[in-house]
């Protein structure tokens, strides 16, 4: 069964800290996706980044990072020198090929203090 | 990027009651999604709407509850049926660009039943 496991229920950092967001999934599929989106207190579902499974490069997008360790089926997402704007909550989730299903972990409140 | 609207953006109903919301695309979409999203809670898809065919829900959610029209491949509008409490929630359209195998979202409909 696929399952997305976000074990970070809320943190809190303060203005220019490096924070990573924790993601881990279970899926008995060799083809997949893998997703983080951004709910900021709108209520928008933002999309960030989408990564296959047979994609293992890490990416980068300016403050944004994404480590994907297929070994150890994590997909973490990192931060550097946070800023007020991060604040919102991170959703992981994931897809399993042939579908177009979205299995969403229960999320992660980022909260960023000037 | 898709450009989704929905509407309303919010609302305050009694309980007993319905409410449509309605999700417009700005391009042809073949597959558009729903999901409820409980306070303080995850997404939970509710059904898959292909234009021209009957919407598949989710275990746990039936049509007669929440009903699903599709009549073409830019528009779609989820009922909430006899509404209590229970129901009150974000509900987000998304739609499945073509070839891209992305969900995008639209801004949610913030639905507070008394």
């Known amino acids: 069964a696929q399952k997305v496991t976000q074990a970070q229920t809320e943190i809190s950092v303060v203005e220019k800290e490096d924070v990573t967001l924790d993601c881990v999934y279970e899926?008995?599929?060799?083809?997949?996706?893998l997703f983080w989106y951004k709910q900021p207190p709108s209520g928008e579902l933002v999309f960030l980044i989408r990564?296959?499974?047979?994609?293992?490069q890490n990416e980068i997008s300016g403050r944004y990072s994404w480590n994907f360790q297929k070994s150890n089926s994590s997909f973490n997402f990192n931060i550097t020198a946070s800023q007020v704007v991060d604040s919102a909550v991170y959703f992981c989730?994931?897809?399993?090929?042939?579908?177009?299903?979205?299995?969403f972990g229960t999320g992660t409140r980022l909260q960023v203090f000037p | 990027s898709a450009v989704i609207s929905q509407k309303p953006s919010r609302d305050i109903c009694q309980r007993g009651t319905s409410l449509t919301i309605q999700c417009q695309v700005d391009?042809?979409?073949?597959?558009m999604f729903w999901y409820r999203q409980q306070p303080g809670q995850s997404l939970t898809l509710i059904a898959t709407?292909?234009?021209?065919?009957?919407?598949?829900?989710e275990s746990g959610f039936v049509i007669d509850k929440f009903p699903i029209s599709r009549p073409n491949l830019t528009f779609s509008t989820l009922t909430v049926s006899n509404m209590s409490p229970e129901d009150s929630s974000i509900y987000l359209c998304?739609?499945?660009?073509?070839?891209?195998?992305?969900?995008?979202f639209g801004p949610g409909t913030r639905l507070t039943v008394l």
């Open positions: 998304s739609v499945d660009r073509e070839m891209t195998d992305t969900q995008y």
């Open positions: 899926t008995r599929d060799t083809t997949y996706y």
């Open positions: 990564r296959n499974s047979f994609d293992e």
């Open positions: 989730a994931l897809s399993e090929a042939g579908t177009d299903k979205l299995i």
């Open positions: 391009s042809q979409v073949t597959m």
């Open positions: 709407a292909n234009q021209g065919s009957e919407a598949t829900y």
